[in-house]
């Protein structure tokens, strides 16, 4: 299946984006999804990802001012984003996990690319000062 985001866009800093990543096949809730950013050389960091039951953790720097959702029934995946600064400029990417066995994994690690098989193509965000 694809995975197709939407939602990115240019915006000044204070401001609010919704993104939007919705998967062409269901995704199951054993698997963790994500949503990952990276600027041009360097490696995309996890800022947030969702089990299928809800447990979200957070990029330290985004805590408190984004938040990730999962819509089953609609296959999508969704990262409300908002008092958005300068440093969160980057394209933003959805993933789905490789595996769905995580049990006694840091946050560290299931924010880490490595542990995602499945990747959309990307929506760009860019906030201006």
């Known amino acids: 299946g694809q995975l197709a985001e939407s939602g990115g866009g240019s915006v000044q800093a204070g401001g609010s984006l919704r993104l939007s990543c919705v998967a062409s096949?269901?995704?199951?809730?054993?698997?963790?999804m994500a949503w990952f950013r990276q600027t041009p050389g360097n490696r995309r960091e996890g800022v947030a990802c969702?089990?299928?039951?809800?447990?979200?953790l957070y990029e330290d720097s985004v805590k408190g001012r984004f938040t990730i959702s999962r819509d089953s029934a609609k296959n999508t995946l969704y990262l409300q984003m908002n008092n958005l600064k300068p440093e969160d400029t980057g394209m933003y990417f959805c993933?789905?996990?490789?595996?769905?066995?995580?049990?006694?994994?840091?946050?560290?690690?299931?924010?880490?690319?490595?542990?995602?098989?499945?990747w959309g193509q990307g929506t760009q965000v860019t906030v201006s000062s």
């Open positions: 096949e269901s995704i199951s809730s054993d698997y963790y």
């Open positions: 969702i089990s299928g039951t809800g447990f979200a």
């Open positions: 993933a789905v996990a490789a595996s769905g066995v995580w049990y006694g994994y840091t946050k560290s690690r299931r924010l880490d690319s490595r542990e995602y098989n499945h």
